[in-house]
């Protein structure tokens, strides 16, 4: 039951997801209709499941959890989906239940799904599709500054600047970049209006999740599992994940970390050699600014807290590790540029949502500077690899 009415209310969300919100003071008719469309499926769920609609979206995890469940593993594991690359835990107020109906939104319902040829053949198959509509694709090649002309109209982008000088000029400047980055780094705030660049500036971005990759000698025995396969969650309750939270929201790394493990080798053969496994996790709740900073000693103690943890649950592990790495958010910041290394690239939280993403002014993909769009996780929807920036920008710039 819990599950057909998550999926219900995950459903009336979905028309949302998928389009451009509507400019604020804006009057246009079909802007309009985008939230009368959302208020309409919102009306057709009936009276009771409206109201109880209302109720739980902006409820915190933890108390739609104890509503509908017993077992405190269950309600652990069910109210991850709702925290995972936010700064929020199950006690916190506002939108835990909105993350998880977001998740809910994807073609799985929910359920996650692994790419043929993993993360690598997602890439491969859009580029092949990209390259088979005329597009060139330039990759290694950082973008110093976007180029910003200004006349008698005003400013506007006409180009990039590799960091190697190479210009590149175009009509239309598209970035996937985080905004943060985008604006403040690549445009400059001498070409944006003050207020519009201290609203960039007090972006939320700061990350907490850290990645674990482990390559391994052989398929580990988890206690209690024929096969570790599908997502092993370790959070043995929902005080386990507020403890988590409770360190890093202070600036300490978790004493006792929860995590979500992932051995994709099991479902795509050609990620490690015969034999061998590699072993991939999400570590919450690890703080991009850690008290002290991220010292090779900081950065060590919790390596070895993250796999103590593991081995708990699969004591053969340590003997099959050939490699290991930990990201922190600041690692995942400087190796994949992303600000603050934030799974969404600013925090997916109620102020920053929807025509508020990533603010006002650039809520719709188009930005203060004519020819500049944005395309990524920092705008409406959010991130996960679902698609729907790109999707809702793609429609705005073919406007
Ligand atoms: C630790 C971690 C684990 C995650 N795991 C999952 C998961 O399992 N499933 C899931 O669905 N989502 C996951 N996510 C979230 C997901 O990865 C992001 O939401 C998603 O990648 C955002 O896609 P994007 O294209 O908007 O931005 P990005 O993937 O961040 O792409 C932006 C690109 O712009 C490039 N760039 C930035 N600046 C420049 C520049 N100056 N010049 C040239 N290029 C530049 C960056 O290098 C990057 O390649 C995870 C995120 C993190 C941090």
Not at 329 to 341: A, F, K, S
């Amino acid at each position: 039951d819990y599950r057909k009415t998550m999926r219900r209310f995950a459903d009336v969300l979905k028309s949302a997801w998928l389009k451009t919100m509507p400019r604020i003071g804006n009057n246009s008719l079909p802007e309009i209709l985008t939230f009368a469309r959302l208020g309409l499926k919102l009306r057709l769920l009936g009276k009771a499941d409206m109201g109880e609609f209302l109720r739980i979206a902006a409820l915190p995890a933890r108390d739609l959890m104890e509503e509908n469940f017993e077992s405190d593993l269950l309600k652990a594991a069910l109210s991850w989906d709702g925290l995972i690359g936010s700064k929020m835990a199950p006690r916190s107020p506002n939108h835990t239940v909105l993350g998880m109906l977001y998740r809910m939104n994807e073609e799985q319902g929910g359920d996650h799904a692994l790419p043929n040829g993993g993360i690598d053949g997602l890439i491969a198959a859009l580029a092949s599709s990209a390259k088979a509509a005329g597009a060139e694709i330039k990759t290694g090649s950082r973008v110093a500054r976007i180029l910003i002309e200004a006349d008698v109209g005003g400013l506007s982008a006409n180009g990039v600047e590799l960091a190697d000088g190479e210009k590149i000029m175009a009509d239309r400047i598209v970035s996937a970049a985080d905004p943060k980055r985008t604006f403040l780094e690549l445009v400059g705030t001498p070409n944006l209006e003050i207020e519009f660049s201290n609203r960039i500036r007090r972006l939320r971005c700061d990350g907490y999740v850290a990645k674990l990759h482990l390559a391994l000698d052989g398929l580990p025995e988890f206690n209690g599992l024929e096969r570790p396969d599908g997502r092993l969650i370790i959070a043995p309750d929902l005080d386990a994940i507020e403890f988590a939270f409770d360190d890093a929201k202070y600036g300490e790394s978790p004493e006792h970390p929860v995590m979500e493990i992932l051995i994709p080798s099991i479902y795509e053969a050609s990620l490690a050699p015969t034999g061998k496994h590699v072993l991939s996790a999400h570590i919450m709740y690890v703080p991009y600014q850690l008290k002290g900073g991220w010292t090779n000693k900081a950065r060590k103690a919790l390596l070895e807290r993250v796999i103590d943890t593991i081995a708990r649950y699969a004591p053969g592990i340590k003997k099959q590790i050939i490699h290991q790495e930990l990201l922190t958010p600041l690692d995942i910041e400087q190796t994949c540029n992303v600000t603050g290394g934030h799974w969404h690239h600013t925090e997916f939280a109620i102020d920053q949502m929807l025509m508020m993403r990533p603010t006002y002014e650039a809520a719709q993909y188009r930005t203060p500077i004519p020819g500049l769009f944005l395309c990524s996780a920092g705008c409406h929807p959010g991130g996960g690899l679902m698609g729907g920036p790109g999707h809702n920008a793609a429609h705005e710039i073919l406007k």
